[in-house]
């Protein structure tokens, strides 16, 4: 499916700009150093994960099961550490989405393991 081809490369490219984002603007806002830790940790979950999004695209198109939990995992697992670093008062009530986040994330990676991969049989 075409757009999870376009999410994942969005993804990957955001993680980039969040990455760099946190890296140099960030620490110019927040000192505190667990956090920059997070959103670091949380950027390069969204990176490693477009790249298992693109990967799955290719290896097992038909594993929509796959690919939709790594889209979930990185929205609610990155982005909710994102906003939380920002503004964790206003955004609290998203502390429990990070670790369904990450379950998304581990769920993709059996749902990848053991899913249909979509191909022919006798085609590789």
């Given amino acids: 499916m075409a757009s999870f081809w376009k999410l994942g490369c969005l993804y990957g490219a955001s993680s980039v700009v969040f990455g ?63 906003l939380l670093v920002l503004d964790p008062e206003r955004f609290r009530p998203l502390g429990p989405v990070t670790p369904l986040g990450g379950l998304c994330l581990i769920g993709g990676w059996v749902a990848l393991a053991f899913g249909s991969r979509g191909r022919i049989v006798g085609g590789m």
């Fill in 20 to 82: 760099a984002f946190g890296a140099h603007s960030l620490k110019t806002r927040i000192s505190d150093p667990a956090k920059i830790a997070s959103w670091s940790t949380a950027a390069q979950y969204q990176l490693i994960h477009s790249g298992a999004l693109l990967l799955a695209e290719i290896a097992a198109p038909r594993n929509v099961v796959a690919k939709g939990l790594f889209a979930a995992g990185m929205t609610m697992f990155s982005g909710s550490i994102y």
